[in-house]
C-alpha cells in the first residue's frame, strides 16, 4: 500500500537542474546558459543575457521505484534510517515483500536575471531532494500479522543569489552563493497482533539551513562555439530537532534533541555547446561529484547505546561518480523550436549498500523531448522526461530494486 513517494535522482541531494527548456535538452546546459536557468547551471551565464529576463516553470513528477525485498528486521544494530527494524520476538521474516513506491509530485520553479553594462544579478526558487514511504503487513512464523510502514523525507527549498561579469567579449564570470533550507525526517513504525502484541515507533525530525558557494566561466573560442566550467566549493549543512523512540514491549519511551551536520564535497561541471549551423545547438556536459567524501555527523542530546548512538561518517559509503548528459535544439520555422536530450545518472551508493529508503540506489537514464514557441518576443516551453533504471541488486540479501518515472512541465520566459 502506498505511504509517499519518491523524488530522487541517482547521484545524491542535488537536482539534475531546473527550466523547462533545460530539462528537454537533458540538462546539459553548462556551456550554453543563456536564459533564466543559468542560476542553477553556471553563473557567468547570466553575463551574456540582454536586458531583464524572468521565468517560471510548472511540473508534474510522477512514478517512483520499487524493491522487490525492503524493509529489515535485525535483532541488534539496525539504522531505521537505511529501513532497518529491530526483532525483539525472534521470529519475524528477514524483510518485508516487494514494495512500490507511486506518488504524483508537483513543483514550481523561478528565476530572474538583470543585466547593465557588464554587470548582471540573478536569483530564483526551486527545491531539490527526496523522499520514499511504503507500508505492508504479513503473516509471522508464529502466525501474528505484522505491519511496517516507513517514509523519508531529505529535501531543501534553494534561494541563489548570482553575479555574473563580463571580462571581455568572449569571456564571462560569475559566483553564485545559495541559500538551503532543508529538512530531514525519518518515521518507522512497527505494530505486531496476535499472541505476542507491541507496537514500536523511531522518528527523527529535524531542519536547517546551510550556504554554498559556486564559481563559473563561460567561454566563447569562436562564433559557434561555447565552453562552461563550474566549480561547486565543498559546504556544510547543519539540521536540528528531535528523535524519539517508543517500544511497548519493554515498555520504553525517551526522547532526545538531535543535530545532524551533513557536509557536502567539491563537485565540477563541464560544458560544451556547439551550434552547427544557425538553426542548431548541440550542448554536451559532464559533471563530477566527489561524493567519496561526503560526511554525516549525527548527535544526540541524551545518547543511550543501541538506541541513540551518535555516528560519524559516510553512512552509505559513496563513492565519486560522473554524470554525462546531451540535448540538441533545433529551430523549425520562425516561431517553433524543438528539442530532445538524454542524461545518464549514476548513483553514489555501491551495490552492497543499496537500500530503496531515500532513493539513492538506482543508476537512471533520463530522455526528453519539448518543444518551445516564440509569443511575441517572449518563449513560452513544454517537455516531456521518461526516466528508467535497469533492476539491480541491493542492500537487502536478494532484493532488485527498479525505477520508473515520468515528469511532464511547462514554462515561460519574459524578457523585457
Known sequence: MLAGGSRARGSGTEPNGIGTRSRSMGYAMVGVAD???????????????????????????????YSSESLRNLAAGGDPSRGDFFDPIGDEPVSFSAKKIVAPIHAIALGYIARRDRIAFGTGLYGSGS???????????????????????NGSANVPLVL?????????????????????????????????????????????????????????????????????????????????????LIPLTVSTSTTVRTYYPTRIAAGLAFRPDEKSLLALSATWM?????????????????????????????????????????KAGLRWTLRCGALYDEAPEPKRYRTLVGGLVVDT????????????????????????????????????????????????????
Not at 523522499?131 to 523525507?153: A, N, P, R
Not at 513504525?189 to 539551513?209: E, F, H, L, W
Not at 526528453?368 to 513544454?382: E, Q, R, Y
Open 164 to 248: 555574473g561579469y563580463r571580462a571581455s567579449p568572449v569571456l564571462d564570470l560569475g559566483v553564485r552563493m545559495a541559500l538551503h533550507y532543508g529538512l530531514l525526517d525519518v518515521d518507522c513504525n512497527k505494530c505486531r497482533t496476535g499472541a505476542v502484541p507491541y507496537t514500536m515507533k523511531s522518528n527523527q525530525d529535524t531542519d536547517g539551513i546551510g550556504f554554498s558557494f559556486n564559481l563559473g566561466m563561460l567561454a566563447r573560442p569562436s562564433a559557434r562555439t561555447s565552453v562552461g566550467l563550474v566549480l561547486k566549493l565543498p559546504y556544510s549543512f547543519e539540521r536540528k530537532g528531535d528523535s524519539t523512540v517508543v517500544n511497548s
Open 290 to 330: 566527489g561524493w567519496r567524501a561526503y560526511r554525516q555527523k549525527t548527535s544526540y542530546g541524551s545518547p543511550i547505546p543501541g538506541i541513540f548512538d551518535d555516528s560519524d561518517g559516510n553512512p552509505a559509503r559513496w563513492k565519486n561518480v560522473v554524470l554525462y548528459a546531451v540535448g540538441y535544439e533545433r
Open 365 to 416: 537514464w533520463k530522455l526528453s523531448i519539448g518543444a518551445g514557441v516564440d509569443v511575441g518576443g517572449n518563449t513560452l516551453n513544454m517537455g516531456y522526461t521518461y526516466a528508467f533504471g535497469p533492476d539491480a541488486g541491493g542492500y537487502v540479501p536478494g532484493a532488485d530494486y527498479g525505477v520508473t518515472t515520468h515528469e511532464l512541465y511547462v514554462g515561460y520566459e519574459w524578457k523585457f
Open 35 to 65: 536564459d533564466w536557468s543559468a542560476v542553477h547551471y553556471n553563473p557567468a551565464g547570466i553575463a551574456q543575457t540582454e536586458g531583464r529576463r524572468f521565468g517560471l516553470e510548472y511540473e508534474f513528477f510522477t512514478g517512483g521505484g
Open 131 to 153: 523522499g520514499t514511504g511504503w507500508e505492508d503487513s504479513m503473516q509471522t512464523g508464529g502466525g501474528d500479522t505484522l505491519k511496517g510502514e516507513i517514509s523519508f523525507t
